[in-house]
């Protein structure tokens, strides 16, 4: 099955710092959503995005639908040690009644304190 | 409280042993999904369900069954299960709209160990 191309697969960086990870595919979506995933827990929506160019932010989180609508990236500015977690984007397709839905691979991000 | 509620959180058992994973969400969400996710390869559909009695496979359905009798319902089937199905297993739900994509809501997850 595909699989979006997601990077990097891991980073750690000092508390403070802004954080920049991204999703490539080789098909359109029409939804590029971003989750956050902690230990031992399920994968919980940060951002949803609806439309190719859209820039959406929550909080100190943003996140752009490429223009392309075959990529997306989040950003996270002034890290804090709670931003510690697995991020994982998602392409969306749904048309006439059908759903399905791709994941990345995963970001672990690492925050220094 | 809005939820996707998975039972059992942890399992341990043998292979060739039936089990049965069980998944509710209490939204009246259309479409429901299985998920496993294994180190280094995020997350991979097993199965999902557009509405009861409707279920379809997703990119790794082998080894597993599932089924939608009701709409809050979606149980995840492994008839013998083996090693290779140790896992972290994910249910999600969501709306299905013919207007907007609906991001799907997730489970705490289920860790199956088969020895």
């Known amino acids: 099955g595909q699989q979006l191309n997601q990077s990097p697969q891991s980073m750690f960086i000092q508390e403070g710092e802004d954080v920049s990870m991204n999703c490539t595919s080789s098909?359109?979506?029409?939804?590029w959503l971003w989750y956050k995933q902690d230990p031992g827990e399920g994968p919980v929506l940060l951002i949803a995005?609806?439309?190719?160019?859209e820039l959406t932010s929550n909080g100190r989180l943003t996140a752009q639908f490429g223009i392309t609508r075959k990529d997306s990236f989040l950003n996270i500015s002034a890290s804090i040690p709670s931003d510690v977690g697995i991020y994982f984007c998602?392409?969306?397709?749904?048309?006439?009644?059908?759903?399905?839905?791709?994941f990345g691979t995963g970001t672990k991000l690492q925050v220094i304190p | 409280e809005a939820q996707v509620t998975q039972n059992p959180r942890y399992l341990i058992t043998v292979t060739g042993k039936k089990l049965t994973v069980t998944c509710s969400q209490n939204m009246n969400h259309e479409y429901m999904s299985w998920y496993r996710q294994d180190p280094g390869l995020g997350l991979r559909q097993i199965y999902y369900?557009?509405?009861?009695?409707?279920?379809d496979k997703g990119d790794v359905p082998e080894g597993y069954k599932v089924s939608r009798k009701e709409k809050r319902n979606f149980p995840l089937i492994l008839e013998s299960p083996s090693p290779n199905q140790t896992s972290l297993y994910f249910c999600?739900?969501?709306?299905?709209?013919?207007?907007?994509?609906?991001?799907?809501?997730f489970g705490d997850g289920t860790r199956l160990s088969i020895l």
């Open positions: 369900s557009m509405n009861v009695e409707v279920t």
């Open positions: 995005l609806y439309k190719a160019g």
């Open positions: 999600a739900s969501s709306l299905l709209s013919s207007y907007s994509n609906q991001p799907q809501h």
């Open positions: 998602a392409g969306q397709i749904t048309s006439g009644g059908y759903q399905k839905v791709t």
């Open positions: 098909s359109i979506f029409n939804t």
